[in-house]
């Protein structure tokens, strides 16, 4: 009959409409933005267009040269090494000298040109504080460049994720050369694999030893701690050099709970998950002995336990004792805070917040604790939970974007790529997210309240129009616009591209609608 045949289209118009719009979540949400026809890829089925991402096999690799964090943290300790021969010899000269440069100007990742500047050729300590330079703003254009042109949009947003979780920061002048090594050994070969696994790799690897400071932590009564006590003890009577001598021994290493604490209260358990102060003592003596090697070791940097600086004995954690083990006792306490409930908790409320909302639902949230915890922490189990829970799918974009998601989404809607680093890390820095470089180990900020201040909208505007000047040229604004955001276009912003003056004008208002800002 003609009614039936006239529901039947009208459902199957609201059905199609329906999955216009999923297919633009998908890319936009769950992704990284869209690039041109890459909404259209994901129209048929954008759920399987998600699930297909998923891999055991790990992360995708940036392209280019992968050197690893053993050959960094050599380069920056040839860089300590020269930087203090010349120190040595300045020191010796009667002529005044110039101070050297600070550790992080020389080798920080700078905003500024990494070429070599005039006469660095002869320069030791400048040539090999140049190659740094160079090394870290290679590795961050290169996973900028993957981010803004993978088909994979979903499997490198979850990467990101997991990457700002277990921040290493370039902060610190020998860490800023392992950032780019350390995502690419300990955190993209085990995003989709079991937590205990990615949480192993990224604890016990040099860039995180040396960033939390696990390298300055000797237990109090292993046999390192007591022979240099001994070795004091007995080295000079006060007034003869003994102050010194028992100043230095009050800089003797002891116990450092930087990591451990980091680990409870930022990566497993959170820091309302029952842990106390006691807990994080015992988990740091456990930890004890876990360093990198130096130039006695063989392999400078690589990771390495030294048994002679083990804190003996037992140790009690979170209600659990764990015997005396060696290495092992670090290991048992990091597989049982992998798998308490309490971690499941944390960890999939803040993938919720990451991926849909700033106050995510309760329900979504239950979805995903309920895939970890039956699982057993297998995080391809809760990718795919995410993807199929209801909630994540509502139409409204709830989620401000980040500088850095802002910047590679506007390459991906204009179907560009940056081609070094000149390109993304000046406004990423203007923006307040300077590249590899979080201001603590609790990463990158997520909210909408730390990115949308009206100087920030004022500078995403700035990068908006100098951007667009280049990369539209003789394309239209407005099928740009429908590739970029689909069915998530409004009316208004759609009506506003077409009455720009120009095309430029039309990509930049594109960029700064509310639609493309949030996702």
């Excluded at 392209?63 to 050959?71: N, V």
């Excluded at 659990?320 to 944390?346: H, M, N, W």
Aim: net charge neutral; proline share 7%.
């Amino acid at each position: 009959m003609p009614g039936e045949r006239d529901q039947r289209k009208e459902h199957d118009q609201v059905a199609l409409a329906d999955q216009d719009m999923k297919a633009a979540i998908a890319v936009t949400r769950f992704g990284l933005g869209a690039r041109p026809g890459e909404i259209d890829k994901a129209r048929s089925d954008p759920q399987g267009f998600l699930k297909a991402q998923i891999r055991r096999s790990g992360a995708d690799q940036p392209a280019g040269p992968a050197p690893t964090s053993i050959q960094r943290m050599a380069e920056f300790r040839t860089y300590q090494r020269e930087r203090r021969e010349v120190r040595l010899e300045k020191a010796s000269d009667v002529r005044p000298a110039k101070p050297a440069a600070a550790p992080m100007d020389a080798v920080g990742p700078a905003m500024a040109d990494a070429a070599p500047g005039k006469g660095d050729a002869r320069d030791p300590v400048k040539v090999v504080g140049n190659m740094l330079r160079q090394d870290i703003s290679s590795d961050f254009a290169a996973r900028t460049q993957l981010a803004a042109s993978t088909d994979a949009g979903f499997r490198e947003r979850w990467t990101l994720f997991w990457a700002n979780h277990f921040t290493v920061s370039a902060t610190k002048a020998i860490t800023g050369t392992v950032v780019g090594p350390f995502e690419e050994e300990a955190i993209r070969p085990h995003v989709f694999g079991r937590f205990e696994e990615l949480l192993v790799a990224a604890e016990t690897h040099p860039a995180m030893l040396t960033y939390l400071d696990q390298i300055q932590s000797i237990g109090p009564d292993s046999e390192q701690a007591r022979n240099m006590r001994n070795g004091f003890a007995g080295r000079g009577p006060a007034g003869f050099g003994g102050a010194n001598l028992q100043k230095a021994a009050q800089r003797t290493p002891g116990l450092n709970e930087n990591l451990a604490r980091e680990i409870m209260e930022l990566h497993t358990v959170g820091v309302n998950g029952g842990y106390t102060q006691a807990d994080v003592t015992e988990f740091a003596r456990a930890m004890t002995g876990l360093s990198i090697g130096g130039e006695r070791d063989g392999v400078y940097g690589e990771a390495v336990f030294r048994g002679q600086a083990h804190e003996p004995g037992s140790r009690m954690v979170m209600g659990v004792r764990y015997d005396e083990s060696g290495k092992a006792q670090a290991g048992a306490i990091l597989a049982d805070l992998a798998g308490k409930p309490q971690t499941a908790q944390f960890i999939c409320a803040k993938l919720a917040r990451h991926f849909v909302a700033d106050d995510p639902p309760p329900a979504l949230v239950a979805r995903l604790q309920a895939a970890w915890t039956g699982s057993g922490g297998d995080l391809a189990k809760v990718a795919d939970a995410l993807i199929t829970a209801p909630e994540a799918w509502d139409p409204a974009p709830a989620k401000f974007k980040t500088p850095y998601e802002f910047i590679v989404s506007s390459y991906r809607a204009a179907g560009a790529l940056p081609v070094g680093f000149q390109q993304v890390g000046p406004i990423l820095t203007a923006l307040g997210q300077k590249p590899f470089s979080a201001p603590s180990p609790k990463g990158w900020p997520e909210d909408a309240q730390s990115w949308a201040a009206p100087d920030a909208i004022v500078k995403r505007m700035q990068f908006a129009q100098a951007f667009s000047a280049g990369a539209v040229q003789d394309r239209d604004p407005k099928a740009l616009a429908a590739d970029a955001l689909g069915d998530r276009l409004s009316p208004d912003t759609a009506k506003a591209i077409a009455r720009a003056e120009s095309r430029p004008e039309g990509f930049a208002l594109l960029l700064m609608s509310p639609e493309f800002q949030r996702r």
